[in-house]
């Protein structure tokens, strides 16, 4: 189970930290990551931080946000920073495991938290 929180109102120039937070056991994780959903909208990937820290970043947010994570608490974390009327949308938080025997993957979402940015 994933747990995001952090979301809220904030001024476009801005900061937010969202937080996830992984319940259960994983044999082992893929990746963690935070995807966004505007009104209208479909999904997309913000940013992902594998569990030996390699980070990857849409072209949108590279620069202004980044992606971090305490392995020992399963959590994760995204420091948005210089935020943009843009940036409003609910934000998920994704954990990607391995699954051996069909050579593929299971993605876990979390609920999701609003972040509004006002200009």
């Known amino acids: 189970q994933l747990q995001a929180s952090g979301g809220g109102l904030v001024q476009a120039g801005g900061s937010l930290r969202l937080s996830c937070a992984a319940s259960g056991k994983f044999a082992s994780i893929i990746h963690m990551g935070w995807y966004r959903q505007a009104p209208g909208k479909r999904r997309e990937l913000v940013a992902t931080?594998?569990?030996?820290?390699?980070?990857n970043y849409a072209d949108s947010v590279k620069g202004r946000f980044a992606v971090s994570e305490n392995n020992a608490k399963n959590a994760m974390y995204l420091q948005m920073n210089s935020l943009e009327p843009e940036d409003t949308a609910v934000y998920y938080c994704?954990?990607?495991?391995?699954?051996?025997?069909?050579?593929?993957?299971?993605?876990?979402w979390g609920q999701g938290t609003l972040v509004t940015v006002s200009s």
């Open positions: 994704n954990l990607r495991e391995p699954i051996a025997s069909i050579l593929g993957y299971l993605d876990y």
């Open positions: 931080i594998t569990s030996g820290g390699v980070t």
